[in-house]
């Protein structure tokens, strides 16, 4: 069981360039959601889903996008990278309708825009 | 306003001492989950434990446990007898009924020393 995959796990973008960060689970979790991580300063949420084409921003959605459009799969979108983005990135899922289920995280994508 | 505190930002421990790790929350829901994740420094983010709000027995599962108090909104981790491998950021998280979010703390980075 391979839980929430994440890839690549390391990334360098030039400042302009753009990505797209995958996620997939294989526990048919409806809840996903995609966090930054920036030394000293924990988990921020940049966008969350709780179904196959619904997502909603989180706390700092600027210079992302996302999509659902199936189950498994919550690909985070970079267009025009700058170095502010440089970051850890954790994609993370959990089950339906319970709020005692904990989130699911997959290992993390670093990413460095130079 | 910050839903999860850790006010403790680094604490360095020798080996075998006892470390406590503070987490206090903010809801007004009646209804929550609390919960702590390991980071050790391979960056892996690990589910400990899941409390729910209205369970306040404490909980103990070998050298962790964990101390719930709703009067002070608090639910604070400790390590008895410390070891190395303990060396980790650690995060707790609340999760309210009415959303779909979680709200993390910025976490406690503990170092164990030999």
């Known amino acids: 069981n391979a839980g929430v995959t994440q890839t690549p796990k390391f990334r360098i973008l030039k400042i302009g360039q753009s990505m797209t960060l995958q996620c997939a689970q294989d526990?048919?979790?409806?809840?996903m959601y995609w966090y930054r991580q920036d030394p000293g300063m924990g988990l921020k949420l940049i966008y969350y889903?709780?179904?196959?084409?619904?997502?909603d921003k989180g706390e700092v959605p600027n210079g992302y996008n996302v999509s659902r459009s199936t189950t498994e799969d919550f690909p985070l979108r970079l267009e025009l990278a700058a170095p502010s983005q440089t970051s850890v990135y954790f994609c993370?899922?959990?089950?339906?309708?319970?709020?005692?289920?904990?989130?699911?995280f997959g290992n993390g994508t670093r990413l460095t825009v130079t | 306003a910050q839903k999860v505190t850790q006010a403790q930002t680094e604490i360095s421990v020798v080996e075998k001492e006892d470390v406590t790790l503070d987490c206090v929350y903010e809801t007004r829901d009646t209804t929550y989950y609390l919960f702590w994740y390991k980071q050790p420094p391979s960056g892996e983010l690990v589910f400990l434990i899941r409390?729910?709000?209205?369970?306040?027995q404490n909980e103990i599962s070998g050298r962790y446990s964990w101390n719930f108090q709703k009067s002070t909104s608090s639910f604070n981790f400790t390590i008895t007898a410390s070891q190395v491998v303990d060396s980790a950021v650690y995060f707790c998280?609340?999760?309210?009924?009415?959303?779909?979010?979680?709200?993390f703390g910025t976490g406690t980075s503990l170092t164990v020393i030999p």
């Open positions: 993370a899922s959990r089950g339906l309708d319970r709020g005692d289920s904990p989130l699911h």
């Open positions: 526990m048919n979790h409806n809840y």
């Open positions: 409390r729910n709000s209205f369970d306040e």
């Open positions: 889903s709780v179904g196959a084409g619904i997502t």
């Open positions: 998280a609340l999760s309210e009924i009415t959303g779909n979010q979680f709200y």
